[in-house]
């Protein structure tokens, strides 16, 4: 008798029966799903890759095919808020794609690449070290020059999109170690950073801690502070995330903070993990818990506060955009909305097929720039379509997707994070400079 192949899992977490069997493969998830949206391929839909996890488990072992269903998910959770039976897919996938992170090796230019990737973005002064020439890359004109003449067009894939996300950069300003209240102090808050956010949207930090301060809190900016492990836990990168997410928690614990304040969608869902990441660690796994119960999306904690600071008008039509991991993930859908309709002369329109992820997710549009880039003019056309003429959404990644895409089709937007909208509403001045 033949030995069967050993199964696609090993017994580290390998995807919970129980929670597959919640699936009832009623179909709700696939409208919800971009890529069964894209393709219409039932084993690229969320129901598909369940069924790949069962036979998974029944012993079928890992291919080619199977992992690059599993890649293609974008993790964008779309399926979890339209689930009926309340699918955990956001577990399944997570702990699927760790496993296919240990067991399962890419082809050796896919290994490069993702290497290549996670040396440089889980990195904030690695990161900041590539704003200078960036800059000068951008002030010679270099990179308008590129686009006219479509040499941009013939880089490879990953490049080409990495070009042509880059935002423009602003001046960064080195923010102090605590900002005070304006006036009677109501929480003390510990604010992360981050990664492409520190380094490339330094003025949603800054604006960050100018709103917390105006609404009465003292702001507290650790040093040293590194990435939270978002981009590794979605991408299965287990021990890397759980390397990152203690240093954090012992980070703000020595901060000594009321809440822990995220301004970055994909950031603020996976600490908001954390306690599921560190449930096997003995020494943090409690500390996780309480990080958790401590953290906080900005737009989250102002609602929870309420208003202080007086909204001077802003007379602009925005449409806003749920970022995946901020709407899907986290849940947070009025308080950002609530925040930019208290906003003297703002009118707030919505986008059509909202919950569509942009395409972004990551490093998704980095791996899979083909399915991203469709995605992201799909969402860039709907956004136009409102005639708004600015997009607010709550994350970089977000903001440079639809960015790239809005440009490519030749439409005119500006594009904001909620919290550089608010700080100007509080304190009076102009969104932006010209």
Sequence with gaps: MSQRPPGAFDDHHPPQRDLLKDCVHCGFCLPSCPTYVLWGEEMDSPRGRLHLMNTGLEGEPLSASMVGHFDACLGCMACVSACPSGVRYDTLI????????????????ERLLRAAIFWLFPYPRRLRALRGPLALYQRSGLDRWLRRTGLADRLPPTLRVMESLAPRLTRRQRLPQRVPAAGRRR????????????????EVNAATAR??????CDVVIPRGQGCCGALSQHMGRE???????????ECFEAAGVDHVVVNAAGCGSAMKDYAHLLRDDPDYAQRARAFVERTRDVSELLVELGPLAPRHPLELTVAYHDACHLGHAQGIRSQPRQLLRAIPG???????EADLCCGSAGVY????????TELGDRKARNVLATGASVLVTANPGCLMQIAASARRLGGQLRLAHTVTVLDASIHGVALWES
């Design 365 to 372: 549009n980095l791996l899979h720039p083909g399915p991203a």
């Design 187 to 202: 929480a003390v808050v510990g604010m992360l950073t981050g990664c492409v956010q520190d380094a490339l949207f330094p």
């Design 211 to 216: 709103v917390l301060a105006a609404e009465g």
């Design 94 to 109: 997570a702990d699927t794609r760790a496993q296919v992170q240990r067991r399962y090796e890419r082809p050796r230019r």
């Design 346 to 352: 703002l009118t707030l329109t919505e986008i059509a």
């Design 239 to 249: 021990d890397e995330a759980i390397s990152f997410a203690r240093a954090l928690i």
